[in-house]
């Protein structure tokens, strides 16, 4: 079909599916084990329903943000996903560019297929570009990476915590994987007969712990979130850390499987934090199954900053390259004013639980 024929966001995963290499396909679509926690990221959003407010002027509406101290003029992100080049020959650098178009801040990953220069390079103007980071267990490499993106401008450093050990992608493992070229880092040797992931994850140090958060605040000045928090618990140990941010992820149903979705434990934790005054203390993000612009308002709505997406840019650059990455991120634009107006709100700040009947999330 046509880019134009594409209306929303399941559209160009559709397309992708049938116009993708098998094994690209299967490294992007895949995710742990049946695949549950995966399909329950998005669904959960289902057990969400508004409580919208009538008679409110909302012929002006913005939907502009503020996350962790940058402009977005959404208050969605591109988060990282590894491997570009398996869906476009350019890789990361064609969401950067979409990215640019649409002031969205991008989220660059370790594991990327372009180096990490070349989508720095390809950044414009004031665009915002955050680092997530795959913890090494040579520190010195992680050091010189994470010094190297401060230096080069990076404004965020989001430490993956949910991936000791990379989750078994059943999809993934049988499709015979080549590398298109990923920067695989120093003293690092890959196998692929475990699939993609497995081939370029084996570095990351599974010995990671909270006592090594000091030491990464004492190499880089950039505010440090943690991403891959699945319960209000190591919320506040993140706060208690000093960390500026979590999201709440599940790496996109990739990692364990019955991990729950990000929204449940965002609706989980928010009450909690405000119980103990630490609501304003982190700035709290989540990611997975966001498919629409109601799922993202339902997150802001319950508390989040922002909200992550990974795979639906990924499809649409795979099916029509930087046009459909960017007319993805129109067609969220445009359903987020067209929400915002029918839930009678003018602006993102007005968004709060109110505006949700969570009655049946927790009681499915
Ligand atoms: C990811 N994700 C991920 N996360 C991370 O911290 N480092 C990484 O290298 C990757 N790589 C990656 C590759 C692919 C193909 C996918 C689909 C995901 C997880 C990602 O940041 C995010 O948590 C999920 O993608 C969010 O779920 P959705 O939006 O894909 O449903």
Not at 190 to 195: A, R, V
Not at 216 to 227: A, V, Y
Not at 330 to 351: A, S, T
Request: with cysteine.
């Amino acid at each position: 079909p046509l880019l134009s024929q594409c209306y929303n966001l399941h559209d160009f995963e559709a397309v992708a599916r049938r116009t993708m290499k098998k094994t690209a396909w299967g490294y992007y679509s895949s995710a742990a084990d049946d695949e549950i926690t995966m399909r329950e990221n998005h669904s959960a959003y289902h057990r969400i329903w508004f409580r919208p407010r009538v008679l409110v002027d909302v012929e002006n509406v913005d939907i502009s943000t503020t996350m962790l101290g940058s402009k977005s003029s959404v208050p969605f992100y591109v988060t990282a996903t590894a491997l570009g080049k398996l869906g476009d020959p350019e890789g990361e650098v064609v969401l950067t560019r979409a990215a640019h178009k649409h002031g969205v801040i991008q989220m660059i990953p370790t594991l990327a297929s372009c180096s990490f220069d070349e989508i720095c390079d390809a950044r414009k103007g004031e665009q915002v570009q955050w680092l997530q980071l795959y913890v090494n267990k040579d520190r010195k490499i992680t050091q010189r990476i994470v010094q190297y993106a401060e230096e080069r401008g990076c404004k965020a450093l989001f430490i993956t915590v949910d991936a000791p050990q990379l989750g078994r992608r059943e999809k993934d493992m049988r499709s015979k994987f080549t590398d298109p070229g990923t920067n695989v880092q120093e003293g690092q040797e890959t196998d692929n007969s475990q699939g993609a992931a497995r081939a370029i994850s084996s570095f990351i140090d599974p010995s990671l712990s909270w006592k090594d958060i000091p030491w990464f605040q004492s190499i880089t000045k950039m505010p440090i979130i943690i991403k891959g928090v699945q319960r209000v618990e190591d919320v506040i140990k993140a706060v208690e850390a000093g960390c500026q941010g979590v999201v709440l992820s599940n790496h996109g149903g990739r990692q364990l499987e019955f991990a729950r979705s990000g929204i449940e434990i965002l609706a989980e934790t928010m009450p909690v934090l405000r119980e103990l005054g630490l609501e304003n203390k982190i700035e709290i993000y989540i990611d997975g199954g966001v498919r629409r612009a109601t799922d993202v308002l339902k997150a802001i709505c319950l508390g989040a900053k922002g909200v992550g997406i990974g795979r639906p840019f990924l499809y649409a650059m795979s099916a029509y390259g930087q046009p459909g990455v960017e007319r993805a991120m129109q067609l969220l634009k445009d359903e987020m004013e067209m929400n915002m107006r029918l839930l009678g709100c003018n602006k993102i700040e007005e968004l709060n639980s109110s505006l949700l009947d969570t009655r049946a999330l927790f009681t499915h």
